[in-house]
């Protein structure tokens, strides 16, 4: 072990003071000259996770089972379309319904049979059509679930994003977790109030008319025509019941551009849609003035205008008794587009920034009156030796921050008191060594073959015992949530430094002090 | 240069004949522990339990009782209020509400508006709700599971199924005595406690790790020794760097709970009590445990004699002839 070739010492110098150099820009930089980078040299500094810089955190959890649900309803529908097309030959059938993941329904005639499965086959991929006898079952496939709960997730994740970035925050980030749950992190955010408002509304939007021959009584008793349902007005209304037919004039997605504005001194939304949008709109407005218009919002009635004249233009306005906050969440909510699914906020961690700060001062002067009395340590104990390792600590500790950085991996607190823990540790692998080189100079050996036994037997042990931590620490980073994960990556990459370190920048040294005094006796 | 010199040279304890103290002692450490969890439980912190914890600064010192009687009214349930470091520095913790996700950003809503100008700013506020913390639990116990068997048939494929066993007997010990520890203390459990008793878990492996593979080494070199006296010499030629390693780690730990701000003190204390139990279970439980398996040269023969004959091979004969007390 005290052969060490040239390219050996040559990769060992480099890597230590690569350390260095990718270490610097989190103590020499301020985070606005990291950003602008104009260098040759590294600026990346660690990410601060939002525990240490302050920020806020929601977990949201997407309902995929309602998009799913959603889903077959559009099949039901369609089904209905297909066997009873307007101005087509219709065929009877009964009792069709959405039940768990399929739709099914029975046909009236035997003779319609055949003509039944041809017109529904051909409804919507990924469904799979069995029969037996007059009853049709359409299953929804494993695979077109998960088509669908991808798709979902894109565009919950898009729209999502939309309307965080339309609050005008620094930086969110955006992402999903495991399967159906989306975490944003907003930095710098300390009332997540407004967010969690944005965030909690699916925002679909749904122009009806309402049906105004039925009557209100019946519909509270549970007696209204089929093709309308009950839907409320707002609580501040007192929850007044309109009676709304099914029929969707214009949906939300037709909208392109919504703003707040103000009419006759009162909060307004004013909402502009597409071409396709303005043509049904227009057509619908024509045929039906004086009936009343109802806007629904997440099922909710928002306002129920009397149509007064065919509004043809392709744009309107919304007016309530809002105030102007609600006015600027709406039209945010409107412009961003819906939610394919709605969505819950699992959890929230929100840190003020005093917190954060006080956290990384405390994080620091920790770590660095742990540094001092481990130095002082090592250095009573083994002497020269000792020294040799607590400048290798130093090289550990910037190898560790520079990798951090390098990786762009989240420092949170957990992760800090990681590095204290390695700083620790980090001493163990060198501690091991000396001991053992200790060890064999009592025994007798000279001080070259004390120094090169001391190395090779403990070189087992060494890697041992880290790679016993080290599979320990990647479980945990792997099935581990939240602090768990930013404590196993400052651990893992700590092991690493630390053997790295002890076997090849502590050896270094010794041995160029070894070829430098050729020593007769170790003070060990 | 003057030179600490903490652990004598030549060291000789009994460290397999103390077994007859170690091992009722540490039974009697882990049936209170298990007595203690079972009978006072754990005090779980909301990332388990789920709920609200919010964290004020208030102006002017913080009148608790006020706060106390202020959020009391609110009809929320269960509600603590503690001072938290500095007199103006206030924990609020409150039950987890009946229904959903959305009780309890309402209820978060309440406290915020009751609070009113009472608070200089808030510090922070989390909540969890019923899901994800029944989850947190689940991935918790999966990932402290996984570790630990990770570890057995690691140390199992490089050793021998006693030193395996052995170590997994000490792991487990330590994370017991520190759960009792949490339950004794009523310290907060929450997921950096998990963490913590997962360092500890690598902590007490690889202080294990290191004497036994001395253990192993020693083996070698000596074909004759009564096994029991290789077992006391493997200690004691690796209880200067168990303790200097124990020392280190100890004064970064303290450093850590003095200094380290109060977020991560529970931390701190968990670990500074791992290692301790960790360096104490490793010479005291993994060592003579060695025998009670009946860890024998035969049950390691095949291992021997093929790393025997390379590079340990040559030294075997010189070594073993310098025989210590």
Known sequence: MVNYSRWAMIVTVVVSLLGVVYAAPNFLLSPEQAEHNYSLLPTKQMNLGLDLQGGSSLLLDVDISSAIRETLESVESSVRRELRPRGGERIG????????????????????????????????????????GASFVLSMSEAARNERRQTVMEQAREIVGRRVNELGVTEPTIQQQGEER?????????????????????????????????????????????????????????????????????????????????????????????????????????????????????????????????????????????????????????????????????????????????????????????????????????????????????????????????????LTLPGIAGIVLTIGMAVDANVLILERIREETRNGRTPISAIDAGYRRALTTIIDSNLTTLIAAILLFQFGTGPIKGFAVTLSIGIVTSMFTALMLTRLFVVVWLRRTRPQTLAI | MFKLNIVPENTNFNFVGSRRFAYPLSILLVVASIAMFTLQGLNFGIDFRGGILIEIKTQGPADVEQLRSDIGGLNLGEVQIQEFGEPDDVLIRVQQQDGEEDEQIRAIETIKSALGDQVAEYRRTEFVGPTVGAELIESAIWAVTLAIGAILIYIWFRFEWQFGVGA???????????????????????????????????????????????????????????????????????????????????????????????????????????????????????????????????????????????????????DGSESRP
């Open chain 1, 93 to 132: 059938y009964q009792n069709l319904r959405v039940e768990g993941e399929t739709v099914r329904f029975n046909v009236r005639d035997d003779a319609d049979i055949e003509e039944a499965r041809k017109r529904v086959s051909g409804i919507e991929s990924g469904f799979t059509l069995e029969t037996n």
């Open chain 2, 168 to 318: 997994v007997i000490a792991l487990t010990h330590d994370v017991i005595t520190t759960i009792g520890l949490f339950a004794v203390t009523q310290l907060e459990f929450n997921l950096a406690t998990v963490a913590a008793i997962l360092t500890i878990a690598g902590y007490s492996i690889n202080d294990t790790v290191v004497i036994y593979d001395r253990v192993r080494e020693e083996l070698r070199r000596y074909k004759k020794m009564d096994m029991s006296a290789l077992l006391n010499l493997a200690a004691n030629r690796t209880l200067s760097r168990t303790f200097m390693t124990s020392v280190t780690t100890l004064i970064a730990l303290i450093a850590l709970a003095i200094f380290g701000g109060s977020i991560i003190r529970d931390f701190s204390i968990a670990m500074i009590w791992g290692v301790v139990i960790g360096t104490y279970s490793s010479v005291f439980i993994a060592v003579p445990i060695l025998l009670v398996l009946k860890l024998s040269r035969e049950s390691l023969s095949a291992g021997l004699d093929e790393e025997g004959g390379e590079a340990e091979g040559a030294d075997a004969p010189e």
């Open chain 1, 182 to 410: 989306i975490l944003v992190q907003v930095p710098g955010l300390d009332d997540p109030e407004e967010l969690k408002a944005i965030l909690g509304k699916t925002a679909k939007m749904s122009f009806h008319l309402v049906d105004e021959d039925a009557s209100l009584q019946d519909a509270l008793n549970g007696r209204g025509p089929a093709g309308s349902y009950l839907r409320y007005g707002p609580e501040r209304e007192g929850r007044l019941p309109y009676v709304v037919k099914r029929e969707i004039i214009v949906s939300g997605e037709h909208l392109v551009d919504s703003q707040p504005s103000f009419q006759d001194g009162q909060p307004i939304v004013t909402f502009r849609f597409d071409t396709v949008g303005a043509r049904l709109f227009g057509e619908a407005t024509q045929e039906n003035v004086g009936t009343r218009l109802a806007i629904l919002l997440d099922n909710e009635v928002i306002s129920a205008p009397v149509i007064r004249s065919a509004i043809l233009g392709g744009s309107g306005i919304i007016t309530g008794r809002f105030t102007v906050q609600e006015v600027n969440n709406l039209s945010l909510l409107l412009r961003a587009g819906a939610l394919p699914a709605p969505m819950t906020v699992l959890e929230e961690r929100t840190v003020g920034p005093g917190l954060g700060q006080d956290s990384i001062e405390a994080g620091k002067v920790a770590s660095i009156i742990g540094l001092i009395a481990v130095v002082v340590f090592i250095v009573a104990s083994y002497g020269l030796f000792g020294v040799m390792a607590a400048v290798a600590l130093l090289f550990n500790i910037s190898l560790i921050i520079a990798l951090l950085s390098l990786l762009q991996a989240t």
